[in-house]
């Protein structure tokens, strides 16, 4: 059976939901927030990794910074491929699973963004995740990665949500939390224009420690944990957890 994160239909028929509107919109705060954080300055090599329709990469890109961009989903990278072209913009496209996308040495900062890690139910493929990031990062580089924090999700936790959506129809979200809040379930029911469709999501959730540990394990020298990307302590205010490791 195929597992959730390798269901085109699921990326495809969710995208409106994930990139709406207002995420395009935040994408320049967001790319603000990462480059003061990581202080860098283009024409750094950048890999977006799990970069979906491009929101970051696009953006890298617009600032004069050479993007290498990998997505496992074909049809994210022809639509991100196509808004590169019709904005005249250089970035490298690479279809390929997050588990396998290596490339020795080759940037000085690495991005994993928007809770792009943590799908897989065995822990040592993350780790592989978090080994391939540091392997790709040159001496000296950064990774930034983005995600919803055990601690930040335990604090305004709701079971469901039941919401309209931009296009008319209505999506309903499911969670429950198992293996002693390392892991989340979810049931996501979307009803539009009288058809409805079902998809079960999972994924692990990382507290701040649990993720910073991952990361030293996998070769980082050190590792600072913010509450979002424009480096807000992570403390009982955070929205996100943001860690930033040193290579």
């Excluded at 392997?135 to 039941?162: C, H, Q, Y």
Aim: include cysteine; proline fraction near 4%.
């Amino acid at each position: 059976m195929r597992v959730w994160h390798e269901d085109d239909d699921f990326w495809r028929t969710m995208a409106p939901y994930l990139f709406a509107k207002r995420r395009w919109e935040d994408a320049p705060t967001e790319i603000d927030g990462l480059l003061q954080l990581a202080d860098i300055s283009p024409p750094s090599g950048v890999l977006d990794l799990c970069c979906g329709l491009g929101r970051h990469a696009l953006e890298l890109a617009r600032r004069g910074f050479r993007v290498t961009a990998v997505d496992r989903n074909a049809e994210y990278l022809a639509q991100a491929r196509t808004q590169a072209e019709k904005e005249g913009l250089e970035v490298e496209f690479v279809q390929e699973d997050m588990r396998r996308f290596r490339r020795s040495s080759a940037f000085h900062l690495a991005l994993n963004l928007y809770t792009s890690f943590g799908y897989f139910e065995d822990p040592q493929e993350d780790r592989q995740v978090a080994q391939n990031l540091y392997a790709s990062l040159k001496p000296g580089g950064n990774l930034v990665m983005e995600m919803m924090g055990r601690e930040v999700l335990t604090r305004i936790f709701r079971d469901r949500d039941w919401q309209p959506t931009d296009d008319g129809g209505f999506l309903l979200e499911e969670r429950q939390p198992s293996s002693d809040w390392t892991w989340m379930n979810n049931r996501w029911i979307l009803v539009k224009k009288g058809e409805v469709k079902e998809f079960n999501i999972s994924h692990r959730i990382y507290g701040g420690a649990d993720l910073a540990r991952v990361l030293l394990e996998s070769g980082f020298q050190k590792v600072m944990l913010f509450g979002d990307l424009q480096g807000s302590p992570y403390d009982h205010k955070a929205k996100r957890l943001t860690a930033l490791a040193f290579k």
